[in-house]
């Protein structure tokens, strides 16, 4: 399902851009553990052109080029390691994530810019279950700045994100 993310336009691309390029110089931008060395030395170009002039999709589509993807992936369970395919919606996932991570930001400064103190959280992708937790974020208002910080301070750690919920399909217009 595509996002609809309504204020797509080319001020929140350069204020996403900006916000991406700070996250670069200070080393924070998101790979996630999936993407192999070939992988990563291509996701932060993949990312720029995407927020430059692509959607959440496209993005999805330069991830899922060129063999981008660990074959296999640690994990846990009842306390034992093991080792295990990487899903087959390991690019969809990392690209939704990192365009609207950066969107969010992206809105954010504009509103801040704006004059508009806060935000309000939307579901900008349906998809066939919505998580409980998710749908309460549904019409918050929050603080522009806030969330602002909150998105700046934990770029690296997406798990630590208060709002929106990454995966969730939720997104924040002014």
Same mark, same amino acid.
């Given at each position: 399902?595509? !996002?609809?993310?309504?204020?797509?336009? $080319?001020?929140? #691309?350069?204020?996403?851009?900006?916000?991406?390029? *700070?996250? @670069?110089? *200070?080393?924070?931008?998101?790979?996630? =553990?999936?993407?192999? =060395?070939?992988?990563?030395? !291509? !996701? @932060?170009?993949?990312? $720029?052109?995407?927020? +430059?002039?692509?959607?959440?999709?496209?993005?999805?589509?330069?991830?899922?080029?060129?063999?981008? !993807?660990? &074959?296999?992936?640690?994990?846990?369970?009842?306390?034992?390691?093991?080792?295990? #395919?990487?899903?087959?919606?390991?690019?969809? &996932?990392?690209?939704?994530?990192?365009?609207?991570?950066?969107?969010?930001?992206?809105?954010?400064?504009?509103?801040? +810019?704006?004059?508009?103190? =806060?935000?309000?959280?939307?579901?900008?992708?349906? =998809?066939?279950?919505?998580? %409980? +937790?998710?749908?309460? $974020?549904?019409? $918050?208002?929050?603080?522009?700045?806030?969330?602002? *910080?909150?998105?700046?301070?934990?770029?690296?750690? %997406?798990?630590?994100? +208060?709002?929106?919920?990454?995966?969730?399909?939720?997104?924040?217009? &002014?």
């Amino acid at each position: 399902m595509a !996002f609809k993310l309504t204020e797509l336009d $080319q001020k929140t #691309r350069d204020f996403a851009l900006s916000e991406l390029k *700070a996250d @670069v110089v *200070a080393g924070a931008v998101y790979h996630g =553990s999936r993407l192999n =060395s070939y992988g990563k030395s !291509f !996701f @932060v170009s993949d990312l $720029q052109k995407a927020l +430059e002039d692509g959607t959440p999709e496209t993005l999805t589509a330069a991830l899922r080029s060129g063999d981008k !993807f660990n &074959l296999t992936e640690m994990s846990h369970r009842n306390g034992t390691r093991y080792e295990k #395919r990487v899903p087959t919606n390991a690019a969809s &996932l990392l690209a939704e994530g990192a365009f609207v991570h950066y969107y969010v930001r992206g809105v954010c400064l504009r509103a801040i +810019e704006g004059g508009i103190d =806060s935000v309000t959280v939307y579901r900008a992708r349906e =998809s066939g279950y919505h998580r %409980p +937790e998710s749908d309460a $974020q549904i019409g $918050q208002v929050v603080s522009a700045s806030g969330l602002l *910080a909150n998105l700046r301070i934990n770029a690296a750690d %997406p798990a630590l994100i +208060e709002l929106p919920d990454v995966g969730s399909g939720l997104a924040v217009r &002014l």
